[in-house]
């Protein structure tokens, strides 16, 4: 395997999507990426510069407000979902982990979405947004589906418009921490769905590793998003594809005086009866699965509530 630079991520060009067509070279690139990294950085992607400003300052206005508001939809046991700020990523990979990561999201699941009251244009702005994650989405399924040697409409059916789909749109704010070397912002992680569309600001931060690596930091050119596979794209591949390890750390030459983070991931993920299991036309000849099949609402919710002790206690 090459050595991984996290400063040349594979450039997907989505303006080689012509009229449902898929350029070869964007299929290459997309396997090689696939394969190797697991993550990539998608250009021309249709999402206005605008709209992600507009939607990173209504996340902003909405952290700056009072604990006892921003609670006001909260996670819970029973709503997985909303406000929290007790979230320990690492317990989904390692079960280590006793300090929430010093973050706070909030979590709004697409289908079936509950808003805040406050601030007042918060709900336009964040739909606007999430149906364009949506348009996105679906250009980068047709991709995969290619890649996996499957109907560019393969995916069509696993992520339907009701409220069976889990996707969910995450909002994050890291307040700000003294500098430190490798100081844990969100702790090492793999996502647990098919695909993750990141929009990230320049503080910096985020790292990625690949097995026998170091942690790379990964930034995102202007102009494009991030994108990273998830577990059930891996399992789906039967392993051929990277679910990639990844975290959040304070860069020791960050701001001493602010160095707030803010991001926001569109976590895409089928709708919750749907079994994930290899695909057969892409294994190896005579490979077996290398996983049971396994519902999509058991996977994801047993990743997440094992991250949230704390939540699930009360």
Known sequence: MPTFNARALPILDLSLLQDGKIDQALVDTAEQSLREVGFFVVKNHGVSDELIKNTFAISREFYDQEESIKGQVAMTSSYPYGWEKAEILSQSLTGEGVTP??????????????????PADFKPIVKEYTEAMWRLTKKILHVFAVVLRQPVDFFEDKFPDTQENMTVFRLLNYPHVEPGPDRIRASQHTDYGVLTI?????????????????????????????????????????????STLHRVVSLSGASKTNNRRQSMAFFVNPGKNVMIECIGDYKKEGEEAKYPAIRAEEYILGKHYSTIPSIMKK
């Not at 706070?104 to 079936?112: G, H, L, P, R, S």
């Open 101 to 118: 990561d010093p973050k706070e999201t909030y979590n709004i699941k697409v289908a079936e979405p509950r808003w805040p009251d406050t």
């Open 198 to 242: 990141l929009g990230q600001d320049n503080v910096g931060g985020l790292q990625v590793k690949l097995p026998g690596q170091e942690w790379e930091n990964v930034s995102t050119p202007p102009g494009c998003l991030l994108v990273n596979i998830g577990d059930m794209m891996q399992r789906w591949s039967n392993d051929s594809w990277r």
